[in-house]
Structures are given as structure tokens and as C-alpha cells.
T-cell receptor, first 115, second 115 residues
Framework: GAGVSQTPSNKVTEKGKYVELRCDPI?????LYWYRQSLGQGPEFLIY????????DSGLPNDRFFAVRPEGSVSTLKIQRTERGDSAVYLC?????????????FGPGTRLTVT | AQSVTQLDSQVPVFEEAPVELRCNYSSSVSVYLFWYVQYPNQGLQLLLK??????LVKSINGFEAEFNKSQTSFHLRKPSVHISDTAEYFC?????????????FGQGTELSVKP
């Protein structure tokens, strides 16, 4: 079956602009995660959704970052007033959700470059 | 809070040689442990995981990892590597009291297998 997909695969934007990154999880997966991976680093947690609600948003770096999942499937990560330091690969993952489901399936990522 | 340290950023090794990728973690609570692999131009994939029970866990492609609670380690080993094992390997932990929650990753180890 189809895995996690992310669009766009690459995004170049100017400092100060607004961007949206989209994630389509595996069908039926209720849990969805966003991570950010900077060059030479491991993925860093941003936010976790269980269904439509954000169960843990402790990793969002500041109020310029916001994510939604209005229907419990597709999620959008929104970044306002982008800064050069936001340049990274943004990864989305999904899992079946609920107790005892530990494997997170990752998408290919969106490479964001802020110039 | 948890943290993960991968002691080697790069590990070059010749084909058919043994390899060990080291991972140490820090946590005030019990954790689940994971190794993810990222092959060139692909997304992160789960390689193996420790949840409970036997402290030695194995993957289908010959890797194994052993959970050592006293040393807070989860080192990854393979007795004989192949060229196709060339990839970046990430160790990760999650809080057992937050099932289905976020993963905390190490910085990654780049395994380079040479002929």
C-alpha cells in the first residue's frame, strides 16, 4: 500500500515569507508526527497528533510554527515569517495510534530552504 | 526528559568485517529503544526495537542490538557487513509512559562499507 507522502519535496522561499508543508499519512493511521532534521543532526520532534487534536506540541520552537489536522488525516505544517534558521528537512511520520503501537512510518521529507 | 548520544558520527568499514554502532541514552523514566536506518535518497525505516522481554533483539537482515540497562546502552552490531548496509543509522528512545508518543533521536552514525 501507499506510504506516507509529503509535498512539496523541495521548497525554496525568501526570508519573511509564509510556507505550508503537507503530509498524507498511511490510510487508517490515527497518529501523525512532525519532525525537523537539520544538516548533520538527527530528527527533532515538533508535534504529535492523535486524530484531529495535537496531543503533544512541546517541540514547536516558537509561535511562528503551527500545524493542523482538521479531519484526522492530512496534516499541514505552517511556518510564518520564515527565517534562514528554519532551513531543514521536515519529516512527517504516522503510526496506527493507541497503546502498543510503536512503529512510526516516515515520509521522504520536504527540504525547506530559506534564502 | 530523555537524550540520546551516538558516539561515532562516521564509521568506515570493509565489506565482510564486523561493525558496532554505539548508542547511549539518558532518561529519568523507563524507555523503549529503536534503531532506524536511512538508505541514500530514502526515508527513515525501522530496523529493530526493544520494548520488553529479551534484551537481545534482531533484524531480518542480520543486525542485532542489546539493551543494557546498567550501562544505559543499546549498541547495534552486525558480524559481517555488506556494501548494501551503507546508510545512516539513528538510535532513538521513547517514554514508556507516553505510548505512541514522540521519538528522541541521536545525531546519527554514517556507516560506509567499502569493498
Amino acid at each position: 500500500g501507499a506510504g506516507v507522502s509529503q509535498t512539496p519535496s523541495n521548497k525554496v522561499t525568501e526570508k519573511g515569507k509564509y510556507v505550508e508543508l503537507r503530509c498524507d499519512p498511511i490510510s487508517g493511521h490515527t497518529a501523525l508526527y512532525w519532525y525537523r532534521q537539520s544538516l548533520g543532526q538527527g530528527p527533532e520532534f515538533l508535534i504529535y497528533f492523535q486524530g484531529t487534536g495535537a496531543a503533544d506540541d512541546s517541540g514547536l520552537p516558537n509561535d511562528r510554527f503551527f500545524a493542523v489536522r482538521p479531519e484526522g488525516s492530512v496534516s499541514t505544517l505552517k511556518i510564518q515569517r520564515t527565517e534562514r534558521g528554519d532551513s531543514a528537512v521536515y519529516l512527517c511520520a504516522s503510526s496506527e495510534g493507541g497503546a502498543g503501537t510503536y512503529e512510526q512510518y516516515f515520509g521522504p521529507g520536504t527540504r525547506l530552504t530559506v534564502t | 526528559a530523555q537524550s540520546v548520544t551516538q558516539l561515532d558520527s562516521q564509521v568506515p568499514v570493509f565489506e565482510e568485517a564486523p561493525v558496532e554502532l554505539r548508542c547511549n541514552y539518558s532518561s529519568s523514566v523507563s524507555v523503549y529503544l529503536f534503531w532506524y536506518v536511512q538508505y541514500p535518497n530514502q526515508g527513515l525505516q525501522l530496523l529493530l526495537k526493544y520494548l520488553s522481554g529479551s534484551t537481545l533483539v534482531k533484524s531480518i537482515n542480520g543486525f542485532e542490538a542489546e539493551f543494557n540497562k546498567s550501562q544505559t546502552s543499546f549498541h547495534l552490531r552486525k558480524p559481517s557487513v555488506h556494501i548494501s548496509d551503507t546508510a545512516e543509522y539513528f538510535c532513538a528512545v521513547s517514554d514508556i509512559y507516553n505510548q505512541g508518543g514522540k521519538l528522541i533521536f541521536g545525531q546519527g552514525t554514517e556507516l560506509s562499507v567499502k569493498p
